[in-house]
């Protein structure tokens, strides 16, 4: 099944040929884990359970880095598509504390592998 595709840098839909661009398949599924990733548990209206524990795990302070390997496995685990995961996820944060994580999973589509900037903060902005 394919959906509109986004660019995971900006966070913006991708255009191409004057209209919005499909994808479907492995990346699919790579987009769909990204997009897990950018929600913050709690703020999805309709399943409140969905998202990642930012602000209550992931950027408090003393939460142990096993913890937080944790949770991101589970987010990419529970990911429609995916498989198991074969290597990681290991998260690198830079001294801007930009963070990139990645991974490699065996999904429905074949092996994903996946590293790609992740943060917590919104992406979508109005211009």
Same mark, same amino acid.
């Given at each position: 099944?394919?959906?509109?595709?986004?660019?995971?840098?900006t966070?913006?839909?991708?255009?191409?040929?004057?209209?919005?661009?499909?994808?479907?398949?492995?990346?699919?599924i790579?987009?769909?884990?990204w997009?897990?990733?950018?929600?913050?548990?709690?703020?999805?209206?309709?399943? &409140?359970g969905?998202?990642v524990?930012?602000?209550?795990e &992931?950027?408090?302070? *003393?939460?142990?880095p096993?913890?937080?390997?944790?949770?991101?496995?589970?987010?990419?685990?529970?990911?429609?598509?995916?498989? *198991?995961?074969?290597?990681?996820?290991?998260l690198?944060?830079?001294?801007?504390?930009?963070?990139?994580?990645?991974?490699t999973?065996?999904?429905d589509? *074949?092996l994903? &592998?996946?590293?790609?900037?992740?943060?917590?903060k919104?992406?979508q902005?109005i211009?």
């Amino acid at each position: 099944m394919a959906q509109l595709s986004i660019d995971t840098t900006t966070g913006r839909l991708t255009v191409a040929d004057g209209g919005f661009a499909d994808c479907s398949g492995l990346e699919s599924i790579r987009q769909h884990v990204w997009l897990r990733l950018q929600i913050f548990l709690g703020e999805c209206a309709y399943d &409140v359970g969905l998202g990642v524990p930012w602000i209550q795990e &992931v950027v408090a302070s *003393g939460t142990a880095p096993e913890r937080i390997a944790t949770i991101f496995r589970e987010t990419i685990i529970r990911t429609p598509g995916i498989t *198991g995961i074969t290597s990681g996820p290991t998260l690198d944060v830079d001294d801007n504390r930009a963070m990139q994580l990645s991974f490699t999973a065996t999904t429905d589509e *074949g092996l994903l &592998v996946f590293s790609s900037p992740i943060s917590s903060k919104p992406v979508q902005e109005i211009d």
